[in-house]
């Protein structure tokens, strides 16, 4: 028989880092969850994540006991980071603070390919685009979809 779920909690912790202090312990101790299993648990699942921020969705269920499912880095740090940026723009639509280029577009864009709600890549590419011009950065050189357009 399955188990009954009790609640969701969404989080947002740094790879092979989890510990008992906020927002891990009151998140996880207010719903009566094991904190230090957790953190163990979590924190072996990512030991090749390090010091990357990955959301998590921890399933808790009635008799406490709990799973998690890891999901890739969000769109708006793995895109600082390959423009090498501490942080976007404050008035993204008039101010650009940098660039990346549609193959590290596109490189994020299979990465993150299971949690986008995307079916081909050019779409996901689109997405990412929409978020990197939001943040301020600029997408240089001509997107696959015009390239393959124009050689018609």
């Not at 799973?67 to 890739?72: A, G, L, R």
């Given at each position: ?8 909690i969404k989080l947002q912790i740094k790879g092979n880092s989890a510990n ?29 994540n390090a010091g990357k921020l990955l959301p998590v969705v921890i399933t ?7 799973d998690f499912v890891v999901k890739t880095s969000p769109a708006s740090t ?75």
């Amino acid at each position: 028989m399955a188990k009954e779920v009790e609640t969701f909690i969404k989080l947002q912790i740094k790879g092979n880092s989890a510990n008992p202090s906020p927002p891990v312990g009151p998140a996880l101790g207010a719903k009566g969850v094991n904190i230090m299993e957790f953190c163990k648990r979590f924190n072996a699942k990512t030991q090749e994540n390090a010091g990357k921020l990955l959301p998590v969705v921890i399933t808790v269920y009635k008799d406490k006991s709990f799973d998690f499912v890891v999901k890739t880095s969000p769109a708006s740090t793995q895109l600082m980071l390959a423009a090498k940026l501490k942080k976007g723009s404050p008035e993204s639509n008039r101010q650009k603070v940098g660039s990346v280029t549609w193959d590290q577009v596109r490189t994020i864009a299979e990465d993150k390919m299971e949690d986008l709600n995307a079916f081909k890549i050019e779409s996901a590419m689109k997405m990412l685009a929409g978020t990197a011009r939001s943040m301020g950065l600029t997408v240089t050189g001509t997107p696959p979809w015009d390239a393959a357009a124009s050689e018609n």
